[in-house]
């Protein structure tokens, strides 16, 4: 099993900037694909961001340029960096990793954008 959990989430105003952190409990976290989920009221969970071993992304098309995923695994830790947000942004965003095809979450860490 591997527990994640995620943090920096909160209240910012639109255009602001917040940092998602999120740690997982095991070392083998670092073999893992990890990524970003959200969902927002009514609506589904949706990919916001993905990171494999080797460091490769790939970005929801709504948020390519204003986010950015990014791992240490030397740390355990998957970030994702959200710049210029919106208030289409407000969701509950999720921690994922993925091995074998297994996937582990986290709990989430609401984000709320306004003003």
């Known amino acids: 099993q591997v527990q994640l959990v995620e943090s920096g989430g909160g209240l910012v105003q639109p255009g602001g900037s917040l940092r998602l952190s999120c740690a997982a409990s095991?070392?083998?976290?670092?073999?893992?694909?990890a990524g970003w989920f959200r969902q927002a009221p009514g609506k589904e969970r949706e990919l916001v961001a993905t990171?494999?071993?080797?460091?490769?992304?790939k970005y929801e098309d709504s948020v390519k340029g204003r986010f950015t995923i990014s791992r240490d695994n030397a740390k355990n830790t998957v970030y994702l960096q959200m710049n210029s947000l919106k208030p289409e942004d407000t969701a509950v965003f999720y921690c994922?990793?993925?091995?074998?095809?297994?996937?582990?979450w986290g709990r989430g860490t609401q984000v709320t954008v306004s003003p």
């Open positions: 095991r070392s083998i976290f670092s073999i893992m694909t």
């Open positions: 990171i494999t071993t080797s460091g490769m992304t």
């Open positions: 994922n990793a993925r091995l074998y095809g297994v996937d582990y």
